[in-house]
Structures are given as structure tokens and as C-alpha cells.
């Protein structure tokens, strides 16, 4: 057997048509591509934060549980007594953990542009996917539309990220609802931006059957900790524990997690000065008569470029040291639109610079 044989014999056909998800390199330039909290912890927090990392034992293996940092993120989520908490390292893994307790060959539904690894672990699943078009203003749910796939394609998981990444928009909520009370199968309410939004799901857990609220923290500021949840039903918490991996959240995560959140004032601080920055971001960028910027209830900012330039504009501010997300070749309404996180305010400013002087190249 040739080796591209052999390949082809033991790797099913979605996995052999995907590509991988790439991230792009920072080395040298201002990061604001990725969502990423910009700003690290004061000396005293970190000084506490080694003390404890100190008495951590590696030689021994995580709580499968991670008993302790669960408890914190109850509290923390004011999450009533009557539901569970399942963790995973990411958001990313518990969307991997749902899928691949669906049926075969079941239907995956989320609102189209989303966040593209619903559609990534669906591929490498064999799952079918469906994404439904937004409107194209305002970017809202295109709740008719949506109804009508549902019925035809009876999903068994809907995902509606809140607010949506890459759009940054929070849906209407009464079509969430509607949504929630059509659907076959569950609706997973992404909460990623949650820190940043003004609204949210989690109080409504107890009013329906089948909806589940997902969490993380790397929005929040611990990015490299990997570390998601995922709030709802004991009884459906419970099947999706089976497949998790026992030791799927490492000892320093669960130890540096829960001492970050429960000194989480810093973290409130940080989060208020990007939702400040944000505003101003925006309105510089509205002030740019050649560009677009929409309404944000997130940590970063979607915006329409001239057309056909947002690839010369994205390079040029890369060029000059900013790297930021380029989304026109996905095409929709994504055409001629970047995205750009939220960083410090020096950062910020070289980012509006160099979109200045890639415009006057233009
Ligand atoms: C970033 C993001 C996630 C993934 O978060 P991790 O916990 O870092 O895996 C999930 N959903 C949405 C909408 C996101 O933007």
C-alpha cells in the first residue's frame, strides 16, 4: 500500500476534507487578533498565585471532580442548587464533548457567521452541519428563517453564541426564545463574552427543558489556563461526563483558576477599562469616513472596510507591527470586514494609527 493509501484507508473522508484551524503568528506585533485580555495581574496577586502553585502536586493526579474550583464557579455564577456544572478544557472541548455524544449522522444547527469551531468539530464528527444566514443588518437572528431549518433539519444541538463571535452583537432575545421552545433537540447558549455583555442566560435555565448555558474564562483573562463550563440539567451533565476524560482539567488550571476567581476584583477592574476602551474604539473608528464599525457587546470590534481593501488595510497594519483578524475571505457578510480586539490603550492608539496610514495608502 502507498503511504497517500494508507492514509486514505485509515482516516475517514471529513477528516480527510477539513482543514486544520490555524492560528496566525504574533511574534513582534501588537496582539489583538485573538480576544485575548491585554492586560496581566498585579505583582501582589501573582506573588500569592506562585505561593500556591508551590504546594501544588504534580506528581499526583488532578481531582477527576475538580471538586473545589466547581464549588467556585457555582458561587460565582449564582448557578441555583437544582443544576450541575460540567468543565472542559475550553469551551472548544465541551462542544467537542456534545457532539460526539449526538446520534450519528445527526444535524448541528447555529446561526451563519458563528463561531467556526461548531462547524470544525461537527466536520470532524461526520455530523451535518447547517448554518443559518443573520440578517445582513444588524446582524440579528433571522428568526423565520432559522424556524424553517429547524423543522426541516430537526437539529439535535442549536448553537446561538451570546453575543455572537464574529458579529459581537447580542440576538433578541425573544427569538432566542422562540427558538428554545421549537427546537427538537438542546439549544447551547455560548456565553463567551459574557464578561463583557450585559445579559444572559443562566437565569433562565429553570424555564426550560432543553437549553444548556456554556461559559469560559479565556475571554475573561485566563486564556492560557484552558478552561470552559457548561451549566444545565444534572440528568444531562451527567451522560456528558461519561465520555469527558477523567483528568480533562490539569492540577494547575484547577488551583490557578480558583485562585484567580476568588480574588476576582482585578479581573472586574480590567474588564471595565476594555469596556471603556471599546466605546472609544468605536467611535474613532466610525469618525474613519471610509469605515464601518458595528456595535459591540463583546471584547472586540467587527467593521466594513472599502470594498475590496480589507486585505491591503490588514496587511499594511500588520506591516506596521498591529495584528489584528482579517474575515473577508469568509466570505457572506463578512466581505471587506475586519475584527479587532479591545487591547490597552497605547495599543489601541497604534491600531488606529496604522488603519489611518493604511487608508491614506489606499
Ligand atoms: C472564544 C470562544 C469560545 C472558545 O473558548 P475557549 O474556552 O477558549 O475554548 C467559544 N465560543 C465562542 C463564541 C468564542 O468566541
Given at each position: 500500500?502507498?503511504?497517500?493509501?494508507?492514509?486514505?484507508?485509515?482516516?475517514?473522508?471529513?477528516?480527510?476534507?477539513?482543514?486544520a484551524?490555524?492560528?496566525?503568528?504574533?511574534?513582534?506585533?501588537?496582539?489583538?487578533?485573538?480576544m485575548?485580555?491585554?492586560?496581566?495581574?498585579?505583582?501582589?496577586?501573582?506573588a500569592?498565585?506562585?505561593?500556591?502553585?508551590?504546594?501544588?502536586?504534580?506528581?499526583?493526579?488532578?481531582?477527576?471532580?475538580?471538586?473545589?474550583?466547581?464549588?467556585?464557579?457555582?458561587q460565582?455564577?449564582?448557578?441555583?442548587?437544582?443544576?450541575?456544572?460540567?468543565?472542559?478544557?475550553?469551551?472548544?472541548?465541551?462542544?467537542?464533548?456534545?457532539?460526539?455524544?449526538?446520534?450519528?449522522?445527526?444535524?448541528?444547527?447555529?446561526?451563519?457567521?458563528?463561531?467556526?469551531?461548531?462547524?470544525?468539530?461537527?466536520?470532524?464528527?461526520?455530523?451535518?452541519?447547517?448554518?443559518?444566514?443573520?440578517?445582513?443588518?444588524?446582524?440579528?437572528?433571522?428568526?423565520?428563517?432559522?424556524?424553517?431549518?429547524?423543522?426541516?433539519?430537526?437539529?439535535?444541538?442549536?448553537?446561538?453564541?451570546?453575543?455572537?463571535?464574529?458579529?459581537?452583537?447580542?440576538?433578541?432575545?425573544?427569538?432566542?426564545?422562540?427558538?428554545?421552545?421549537?427546537?427538537?433537540?438542546?439549544?447551547?447558549?455560548?456565553?463567551?463574552?459574557?464578561?463583557?455583555?450585559?445579559?444572559?442566560?443562566?437565569d433562565?435555565?429553570?424555564?426550560?427543558?432543553?437549553?444548556?448555558?456554556?461559559?469560559?474564562?479565556?475571554?475573561?483573562?485566563?486564556?492560557?489556563?484552558?478552561?470552559?463550563?457548561?451549566?444545565?440539567?444534572?440528568?444531562?451533565?451527567e451522560q456528558?461526563?461519561?465520555?469527558?476524560?477523567?483528568?480533562?482539567?490539569?492540577?494547575?488550571t484547577?488551583?490557578?483558576?480558583?485562585?484567580?476567581?476568588?480574588?476576582?476584583?482585578?479581573?472586574?477592574?480590567?474588564?471595565?477599562?476594555?469596556?471603556?476602551?471599546?466605546?472609544?474604539?468605536?467611535?474613532?473608528?466610525?469618525?474613519?469616513?471610509?469605515?464601518?464599525?458595528?456595535?459591540?457587546?463583546?471584547?472586540?470590534?467587527?467593521?466594513?472596510?472599502?470594498?475590496?481593501?480589507?486585505?491591503?488595510?490588514?496587511?499594511?497594519?500588520?506591516?506596521?507591527?498591529?495584528?489584528?483578524?482579517?474575515?473577508?475571505?469568509?466570505?457572506?457578510?463578512?466581505?471587506?470586514?475586519?475584527?479587532?480586539?479591545?487591547?490597552?490603550?497605547?495599543?489601541?492608539?497604534?491600531?488606529?494609527?496604522?488603519?489611518?496610514?493604511?487608508l491614506?495608502?489606499?
Open positions: 500500500m502507498t503511504q497517500s493509501n494508507l492514509i486514505s484507508h485509515v482516516i475517514r473522508k471529513e477528516v480527510l476534507a477539513m482543514s484551524y490555524k492560528v496566525a503568528d504574533a511574534t513582534g506585533l501588537i496582539k489583538l487578533d485573538a485575548e485580555n491585554p492586560y496581566s495581574w498585579p505583582e501582589s496577586i501573582k500569592e498565585w506562585l505561593a500556591i502553585l508551590k504546594e501544588c502536586p504534580l506528581n499526583r493526579y488532578p481531582d477527576p471532580d475538580a471538586k473545589t474550583l466547581t464549588q467556585t464557579l457555582k460565582l455564577t449564582h448557578l441555583p442548587d437544582q443544576f450541575e456544572i460540567l468543565l472542559g478544557n475550553g469551551s472548544d472541548e465541551i462542544i467537542q464533548l456534545l457532539l460526539m455524544a449526538l446520534p450519528e449522522a445527526s444535524a448541528v444547527l447555529a446561526p451563519a457567521p458563528g463561531f467556526v469551531m461548531y462547524k470544525q468539530i461537527s466536520d470532524s464528527l461526520g455530523l451535518k452541519y447547517i448554518g443559518v444566514p443573520l440578517l445582513t443588518e444588524g446582524f440579528d437572528l433571522d428568526l423565520p428563517a432559522m424556524l424553517l431549518a429547524i423543522e426541516q433539519h430537526r437539529p439535535h444541538v442549536i448553537f446561538l453564541a451570546y453575543p455572537n463571535n464574529p458579529t459581537a452583537n447580542l440576538f433578541n432575545e425573544n427569538a432566542i426564545v422562540e427558538i428554545i421552545k421549537t427546537a427538537p433537540g438542546l439549544v447551547v447558549i455560548d456565553e463567551a463574552y459574557a464578561p463583557f455583555a450585559s445579559a444572559s442566560f443562566v433562565q435555565l429553570g424555564h426550560y427543558d432543553n437549553i444548556l448555558v456554556m461559559r469560559t474564562v479565556s475571554k475573561l483573562g485566563l486564556a492560557g489556563l484552558r478552561l470552559g463550563y457548561l451549566m444545565g440539567r444534572p440528568d444531562i451533565i456528558l461526563n461519561k465520555i469527558r476524560l477523567p483528568y480533562n482539567i490539569n492540577s494547575l484547577q488551583v490557578s483558576a480558583d485562585f484567580a476567581l476568588s480574588n476576582k476584583s482585578f479581573f472586574d477592574e480590567q474588564t471595565q477599562a476594555i469596556c471603556q476602551e471599546r466605546t472609544l474604539v468605536s467611535k474613532a473608528l466610525n469618525e474613519f469616513k471610509e469605515i464601518i464599525a458595528y456595535p459591540s457587546a463583546a471584547n472586540f470590534i467587527l467593521f466594513k472596510t472599502p470594498e475590496g481593501k480589507a486585505t491591503d488595510i490588514f496587511l499594511s497594519i500588520k506591516n506596521q507591527g498591529v495584528l489584528i483578524k482579517n474575515m473577508t475571505s469568509q466570505g457572506g457578510v463578512l466581505t471587506d470586514c475586519l475584527r479587532v480586539t479591545i487591547g490597552k490603550p497605547e495599543e489601541n492608539k497604534a491600531f488606529l494609527d496604522a488603519l489611518q496610514n493604511s491614506k495608502e489606499l
